[in-house]
């Protein structure tokens, strides 16, 4: 049986409607997506990912931007690690690759105001000229300075060495950081008048090698040597002859008991002078090396 006419109309009228309904719909996806890529661009990336989840994956940049967007806002919830995964994925993508970038800094940003100098100034040196990265990065050195500085102060230097090492050029950490540890005896002369670096080098396992060789003074001298990794000491002072003298900060001495008992104690000038006190009398003397 044929369609009558009416029944024409129905279908006809019914196909007019699907076609707007279909034309409406693609032109709201059209709209919507353009808005979230525009949002995107302007860095509104929550209300991007809003917009993006209005409308189905019908394109691959569809899906791709609704990645993006994700991306980014998880990037503004400080979710970090998250959101470099997604940016990971998503390759070159609008850019996706230079926002590690953003990542990084905002990361080095929260660790600065969490006072996590030493993992903030890794991701800053990695930034470059990036935004304000090399002004964050001079405030994050000073303030790792001064904190390395007050635990050198405080007897902790191991801790301090740590620090320094991190940060070798900026001001005097160098320096300190050769006081905190020095690495060898070149090391140590190189900074001599810095600081407490005589008082350094004296009580430091460098200080045999400083000592080798030949001093003399107007009336006393020494020799010293290094034998079979044992320092030995030829002298004219007046105290009693031993080989089992041993130098042990800055002293020239014997133990006995666990006790040391002192006969010469040793300060430094320079390079090659040095100042020989006889424990014994107090007298000082200068010696110069030969």
Known sequence: MRPNGKAKKIVLFSLILLAGAMALYALFVVSCSVSAFNQLSEGNYHEALLTFNKIPDLTQDISLGRKFAQAGDLMEQGEYDESRELFEELGNFNGASLLFKEINYRQAKDKLLEEDYTTAIDMLLDLGNYMDSEELLNYAKKNLYEKAVDYYENGQITIS????????????????????????????????????????????????????????????????????????????????????????????????GGTAEKFLGFSIDSKDKIYVTIVSTGKKVTLKRQ
């Not at 020095?182 to 008048?193: H, T, V």
């Not at 030829?234 to 002859?241: A, D, V």
Request: proline share 2%; charged share 30%.
């Open 161 to 256: 060495a740590a620090l320094f090492e991190k940060i070798e050029d900026y001001e005097d950490a160098g320096k300190y950081r050769i006081l905190a540890n020095p690495k060898s005896l070149d090391e140590l002369l190189s900074i001599l008048d810095f600081e407490d670096a005589k008082e350094a080098l004296l009580k430091s396992k460098y200080f045999d090698d400083y000592l080798s060789g030949t001093w003399s003074g107007s009336k006393y001298s020494l020799t010293a040597k290094i034998e079979s990794g044992v320092l030995v000491i030829e002298h004219n002072f007046p105290i009693e002859s031993r080989e089992d003298y041993v130098i042990k900060d800055g002293y020239l001495c014997i133990y006995e």
